[in-house]
C-alpha cells in the first residue's frame, strides 16, 4: 500500500528516509530546513514522488515522520498546527550538547522515556519511536543489504504499527517491535550497557531482546549486551538526530 508520508525535518535521517520511500512507491513531502531551497534542490533530486512543502503543508500527509534536533521540536509542532489522528513516526534523541532545553527541563522525569515525553505534547497523535537508535550514515549503508539489519520501534496501537513496520521495510530493515514506549528506554540515548541505541542487531537477536524486554527488562538489557554487532560510523559521531 502506498503513503503519502510527511517529513517533518528533511535532515540527515529525514533524507534517507525520503529517499527510501520514494524508492519503494511513496510519496513524501519534504519540509522544516535552515534553507527552503535545499528542500526544493532534494525533491527534484528524488523525483516526482517528492514535493517541497512547509511544515503544515507535510502534516496535510497520511502519516508523518518528525526527524529534528531536539531542541527544534517546539518550532516544527507550533508550524505544524493540530496534529489529533495523526500517526507520527519520531526519530529524536535528546541532544546532549543542548541537553532537553524544553519548558525549562534539564532530564528527563525519572521513568519518562523520550518517546513518552513527545507523546505528552502531541495529544492526540499516535506516536511511534523508531529510526533513532542508528546513525543516517549506518542507515544508508546497512540499506544496501536489504533484510540483515534489525530497526526497532516502539508505541503505537497495531495499526500504527503496521504502517510503521510497512515504512521500515521499504528502508531495508527487519522490524523489530519492542513493545509500548515504556519498554523504548532500551533506544534511548546515551549508548549505554544494555541499550540498544547506538548498536546494531541482527534481526534474530533483536526479537530475542524484544520477546523479553516486557516482562524482564534486565534480562533484555543483558541480552542486548551481549549480542550487539560491531559497527563503524566515521560520517557521524552519535546515532541520529
Known amino acids: 500500500m502506498s503513503m503519502k508520508i510527511g517529513i517533518l525535518g528533511a535532515g540527515h535521517v529525514g533524507s534517507v528516509i525520503a529517499r527510501r520511500a520514494t524508492e519503494a512507491g511513496h510519496e513524501v513531502v519534504l519540509s522544516f530546513a535552515r534553507d527552503p531551497a535545499d528542500l526544493v534542490a532534494l525533491a527534484v533530486q528524488l523525483g516526482p514522488r517528492a514535493q517541497a512543502g512547509t511544515v503544515a503543508e507535510a502534516a496535510q500527509a497520511d502519516f508523518l515522520v518528525m526527524s529534528v534536533p531536539w531542541a527544534a521540536i517546539p518550532a516544527v509542532l507550533a508550524q505544524a498546527g493540530p496534529l489529533a489522528g495523526k500517526v507520527l513516526i519520531d526519530t529524536s534523541n535528546p541532544d546532549a550538547s543542548n541537553p532537553l532545553h524544553v519548558e525549562g527541563l534539564l532530564t528527563l522525569p525519572k521513568g519518562v522515556t523520550s518517546g513518552s515525553f513527545n507523546a505528552a505534547r502531541l495529544p492526540g497523535v499516535t506516536l511511534i519511536k523508531a529510526f533513532n537508535t542508528l546513525t543516517a550514515g549506518f542507515q544508508a549503508e546497512a540499506q544496501q543489504h536489504p533484510g540483515q539489519t534489525a530497526m526497532f520501534f516502539c508505541g503505537g496501537d497495531a495499526h500504527s504499527k503496521a504502517l510503521a513496520a510497512q515504512l521500515i521495510v ?19 540515548a546515551p549508548k549505554r550497557e544494555g541499550a540498544v541505541y547506538g548498536e546494531a542487531f541482527t534481526p ?34 552519535r546515532p541520529s538526530r
Do not use: H, K, W, Y
Not at 520477546?211 to 551481549?226: C, D, G, I
Open 170 to 188: 521499504a528502508q531495508g530493515f527487519a522490524p523489530v517491535d519492542l513493545g509500548s514506549l515504556a519498554e523504548g528506554v532500551l533506544m534511548d
Open 204 to 237: 534474530d537477536n533483536a526479537r530475542q531482546i524484544a520477546a523479553l524486554a516486557a516482562t524482564n527488562l534486565p534480562a533484555a538489557m543483558r541480552l542486548a549486551s551481549e549480542t550487539r554487532e560491531v559497527f563503524t560510523d566515521p560520517t557521524a559521531t
